[in-house]
């Protein structure tokens, strides 16, 4: 069976000034309120731009996604007295899912925070084959 | 019960599924029913009236992109009306689905009478290469129906746990309530999943719980080309598009959004499902075990001609000040049909499946192949039909025989 050749997109497809739909103000809503119980030195490394088209939002996304991805602790543990010590909160929260307790255990280690900061790196970066060169 | 003494499942591994965005049935597949008649597409005869009363027709001229500008409503109680033909205040208990509220729903976002009859629009097979071709070279589902009349985020719910915890909405707000998703249930039992978003700019649409509490279970779509070229694929990935055009943080250009969801160019989706779809099938050490599962999260108040059906209560109720309409509702009605197609060279060549499905078929599904016994769900997702039965080939397709695919 011969290959099916499957047309791309006209570069004039790409809009990132089109508006946020409604799903995208959505994701914006809940990535919100996740931010909203992030402790305030974690907030303000957050852009602060308006967030109206769809790179606008892109921006901010990036930004959380990559806080959510890369910080010390479930948000949990803001809720308690924050220690100067850089040693990781641990939460005795009922709440908290065994699976996020086991992988604060492994954060809590320094080799591994070192571990998981060079993987967050590397899904920092682009996927090759998904890139479409600028005009 | 699955029957696994099928070689299709003996050898089966992995399964992918990947959730687009916002396309009916009829609206990506419905042309297919002039050649094959037993998919239940569309005769061209189907018709909606529109705000003046004059009957339209189904039309062959849907569009890559701006056509369906703005974004129609597919918000619960705009679906309500898309189903209902109309009849949304004073309500009769005995109200059936006619399929006939499409145009007069999209009217009321511009009030543009030539605008509304768009909604009616519908792609020919010669414009989506991909899902059509998929669509009838391996099994395409007759009866996929989105789990809730209503968007996005309380759909995509059934999918990652059976249920939207009594959600209608964009605003599900949950976190570890009695139904855990089905990856905590896949960890929970040793086993490996991931779901893989695009990439961090366009992340997930499942924030509050799983981004928030469970961020190892993520990773990027390079990270899944990466896995499966390293044979190292989870038993069970979940791939969500690029939901936004954006430029890429790292300086690589410009990224176009792949989901489908109007007003994003549908072309840029037909050419992710190819990325999803070559990776597995290029890779000999995974084709032969793995099974992909194409499906859109809900029709995105585009029309379709089958009327939704009537399903196992979910336990939960949605009063009229979340529903938007005079009637709560008892999630006990699926949601407008989607497309769905499942992809093995285990399956015969132009299987259409009858059966009636809904996002909980998929955590269902992988319990059922992964887990087995398992109670702590929810009664939609207890009462789901799962799909993997339909691997059922005595042998594997050869290379030769299962469609290729090159991105220009």
């Known amino acids: ?135 | 019960m699955l029957d696994r003494t099928l070689p299709g499942i003996q050898n089966l591994k992995h399964v992918v599924v990947l959730m687009m965005e916002n396309r009916s049935f009829d609206h990506m597949l419905g042309a297919l029913h002039t050649k094959y008649p037993q998919i239940d597409g569309l005769t061209g005869h189907e018709t909606n009236l529109d705000s003046t009363g004059e009957p339209i027709t189904v039309s062959p001229d849907a569009e890559y992109q701006s056509q369906l500008d703005p974004d129609p409503d597919h918000h619960f109680p705009a679906v309500d009306l898309q189903i209902f033909g109309g009849v949304t205040t004073a309500q009769n208990p005995n109200r059936a689905p006619n399929m006939e509220g499409f145009v007069k729903s999209y009217f009321n976002q511009q009030h543009s009478v030539a605008h509304s009859h768009k909604i009616l629009s519908y792609f020919t097979p010669d414009k989506l290469p991909v899902l059509t071709t998929l669509a009838t070279e391996f099994a395409v589902f007759n009866r996929w129906f989105s789990s809730i009349p209503g968007p996005t985020l309380c759909n995509r719910a059934f999918a990652h746990y059976g249920t939207s915890f009594g959600q209608v909405s964009m605003d599900v707000f949950y976190w570890n309530k009695q139904y855990k998703s089905i990856y905590e249930r896949l960890v929970a039992a040793g086993h490996s999943t991931q779901l893989y978003y695009f990439d961090q700019a366009s992340s997930s649409l499942e924030v509050i719980n799983l981004l928030q509490n469970q961020p190892s279970l993520f990773g990027t779509f390079q990270d899944f080309l990466d896995a499966c070229s390293r044979n190292k694929l989870p038993e069970y990935s979940f791939i969500e598009p690029n939901y936004t055009d954006h430029e890429d943080p790292n300086g690589g250009g410009e990224l176009i959004a792949s989901d489908q969801h109007p007003d994003h160019d549908v072309r840029a989706g037909e050419q992710f499902i190819v990325k999803v779809y070559n990776a597995i099938r290029n890779n000999p050490k995974l084709w032969p075990n793995t099974a992909i599962l194409i499906a859109y999260d809900e029709h995105g108040g585009i029309y379709d001609h089958v009327k939704p059906p009537a399903c196992t209560p979910d336990g939960f109720v949605a009063q009229p000040s979340a529903t938007g309409t005079p009637d709560p509702f008892h999630f006990d009605r699926l949601g407008v049909r989607v497309p769905a197609v499942l992809i093995s060279p285990w399956i015969a060549r132009g299987t259409v499946i009858n059966e009636t499905f809904e996002h909980a078929s998929i955590p269902a599904t992988l319990t059922e192949f992964l887990i087995g016994e398992y109670s702590q769900r929810s009664p939609r997702e207890i009462a789901a039909n799962t799909f993997l039965g339909y691997i059922n080939q005595p042998t594997m397709r050869s290379n030769s025989d299962c469609p290729a695919f090159k991105n220009d």
Request: net charge positive; hydrophobic share 35%.
């Open chain 1, 1 to 135: 069976m011969d290959a099916i050749r499957v047309p791309a997109p006209p570069k004039q497809a790409f809009n990132m000034q089109r508006p946020m739909s409604d799903l995208i103000k959505s994701q914006i809503k809940h990535l919100k309120h996740v931010e909203y119980r992030l402790p305030q030195e974690l907030r303000d490394t957050l852009p602060k731009h308006r967030i109206i088209t769809e790179n606008d939002a892109a921006i901010y996304i990036a930004a959380m996604t990559g806080l959510l991805l890369n910080r010390p602790a479930a948000p949990k543990v803001v809720k308690m007295p924050v220690k100067k010590s850089r040693t990781p909160v641990s939460t005795s929260s009922t709440r908290t899912l065994s699976l996020a307790a086991s992988a604060e255990k492994k954060i809590a280690s320094k080799s591994s925070r070192a571990r998981k900061k060079k993987a967050a790196s590397k899904k920092r970066t682009t996927p090759a084959s998904v890139k479409r060169k600028k005009s």
